[in-house]
């Protein structure tokens, strides 16, 4: 039996209240169920900046977008454990 680790992405920006929310709720859930966590920083790409906006975080799973300004904790942990 293979274990797939997951990869969890969230694209956001310094100083974002939202955006460390966001990596609390990663960082609790990554103890329990671990996966790879890249963190896009927007501000320095202007096509980033151009498709995400004022509109951070937004957290991808597996390339598929799963969350937009908040995480659900047990939604999160339904997906990686689903998958």
Same mark, same amino acid.
């Given at each position: 039996?293979?274990?797939?680790?997951?990869?969890?992405?969230?694209?956001? @920006?310094?100083?974002?209240?939202?955006?460390? /929310?966001?990596m *609390?709720v990663?960082?609790k859930?990554?103890? =329990?169920?671990?996966? %790879?966590?890249? @963190?896009?920083d927007?501000?320095?790409?202007? /096509?980033?900046? *151009?498709?995400?906006?004022?509109?951070?975080? =937004?957290?991808?799973v %597996?390339?598929?977008?799963?969350?937009?300004?908040?995480?659900? /904790?047990?939604?999160?942990?339904?997906?990686l454990?689903?998958k």
């Amino acid at each position: 039996m293979t274990i797939t680790r997951h990869t969890v992405t969230l694209y956001g @920006k310094a100083e974002c209240c939202l955006c460390d /929310e966001a990596m *609390e709720v990663l960082r609790k859930v990554d103890a =329990v169920v671990p996966f %790879d966590l890249e @963190k896009i920083d927007i501000a320095n790409n202007p /096509e980033l900046l *151009e498709k995400f906006g004022l509109k951070i975080p =937004v957290i991808f799973v %597996d390339g598929v977008q799963a969350f937009k300004y908040r995480v659900n /904790e047990g939604r999160l942990l339904a997906l990686l454990n689903d998958k």
